[in-house]
């Protein structure tokens, strides 16, 4: 009795499990929505990172013309810059993956049975073609 209660304790939880992460699963418009939201907001980081590139790069210039005075604050700075550059990369590392994972599986099996059918349908007006350009060329 125990086992047969902890089989059915095991499916009755698989299957709860399976029906809330199929209602979790956003729908194909709701994926493209998060995806549109999550470029722009990458892409304004990105905008803001490569400011302050500019900024710090600006300012380790002027701190390295102005002399050993300020050399913490020249290592400071420094850090800033190079932490921009680090975030920048990653920035750009998280959109290639956004991109990557724009398209989904069904998307390119539609794509792909697509050119498929015009691939077919191409061949086959070749192969037409190059019969009539036969008869013509037994005509002449």
């Given amino acids: ?7 059915i304790g095991v499916f009755s939880t698989a299957l709860l499990v399976a029906v809330i992460a199929q209602k979790l699963e956003l729908t194909r418009s709701e994926k493209y929505v998060h995806n549109f939201v999550a470029n722009i907001e990458l892409a ?25 005075a300020n050399f913490i604050q020249y290592i400071q700075t420094q850090r800033k810059l190079l932490t921009s550059i680090h975030l920048i990369r990653s920035i750009k590392q998280r959109q290639r993956k956004l991109a990557d994972n724009y ?11 697509s050119t498929s059918a015009v691939t077919d349908e191409t061949a086959q007006r070749v192969i037409f073609m190059e019969r009539k350009i036969d008869k013509v ?3 002449l």
């Avoid at 009795?1 to 089989?7: D, K, L, R």
């Avoid at 304004?44 to 050993?68: E, I, S, T």
């Fill in 103 to 113: 398209v989904s599986l069904m998307e390119i099996f539609t794509v792909q049975r």
């Fill in 44 to 68: 304004k980081a990105h905008k803001d990172q490569a400011a302050n590139v500019v900024k710090y790069g600006w300012k380790v210039w002027y701190l390295r013309r102005k002399g050993k």
């Fill in 137 to 139: 060329e037994d005509k």
């Fill in 1 to 7: 009795i125990a086992a047969t209660t902890g089989i």
